[in-house]
């Protein structure tokens, strides 16, 4: 790993500590356009470095007692079975089809971001939440994180708060520990369909790790508008880099 992507690592998890999802989105990027690995390969990696760095995440939520923990239990299984059936997808896809897939996902979430960002009135928490909805939404999320290898935070953070009825930061923390559900079970469904290297997925994932410590505890003191604002350009540019080159 050059410094290059060991800052990209970092980067990785603090924007996943700060924003409670997102971060994860660059890391199949980074794998395969600084690193150098095949479409497929570099999806499948991204599963463990994802799920470790959202697994730091949800612990230090835990310890600090902001993670509910009924939430997760309900969405978190739905994510993990939709997780592994888009791994096992994957097979009948093509690569680079799934690289252009991931860019418009990318678009997407800068979409949701910077709508969030200029958002004049937060989003409300339901009153009565709707379990079978936040089912739904978490199978769906766990399709698109084993097919694509991204952690769905932006998606799953609002799901929690409107229709999980959770407030806003137990929704953060809820997503990290999800993430980590969902990235687990489409790692299993990519065995035995592609290699991995182990030492290098190791290596990014304690960086992205590291990230998301100091990430949770900045969170609240940096002005997050300014952040989601940011990350979606940076998302923008990104994406249409990917689409371009098919």
């Known amino acids: 790993m050059t410094p290059v992507t060991w800052l990209l690592a970092a980067i990785i998890g603090l924007a996943l500590g700060l924003l409670g999802g997102g971060g994860s989105i660059l890391t199949v990027p980074v794998f395969t356009y600084l690193m150098g690995y095949e479409p497929r390969q570099a999806i499948a990696m991204s599963l463990p470095v994802v799920g470790l760095a959202a697994a730091t995440g949800a612990i230090a939520a835990l310890g600090s007692r902001t993670l509910p923990l009924r939430a997760a239990v309900v969405m978190g299984p739905a994510t993990m079975a939709g997780s592994y059936a888009g791994a096992r997808l994957a097979v009948w896809f093509d690569p680079r089809t799934q690289l252009v897939l991931l860019g418009v996902i990318m678009l997407s979430a800068a979409a949701a ?107 609240g003191r940096v002005p997050a508008a300014r952040l989601q604002q940011g990350f979606a350009a940076l998302l923008v540019v990104i994406a249409l880099y990917m689409l371009v080159r098919g």
């Open 113 to 219: 971001m910077w709508h969030r960002s200029r958002a004049t009135v937060a989003w409300q928490a339901t009153s009565r939440p709707h379990p079978l909805l936040v089912v739904a939404i978490g199978l769906a999320v766990g399709v698109i994180t084993g097919l694509v290898g991204v952690g769905g935070g932006f998606l799953l953070v609002p799901a929690l708060v409107i229709v999980g009825g959770l407030p806003m930061h137990q929704a953060t923390s809820a997503s990290l520990l999800v993430i980590a559900m969902s990235a687990s079970a489409g790692l299993v469904g990519y065995l035995g369909q592609v290699t991995f290297d182990w030492q290098v997925v190791g290596i990014f994932a304690a960086v992205a790790s590291a990230g998301v410590i100091v990430g949770g505890r900045l969170a």
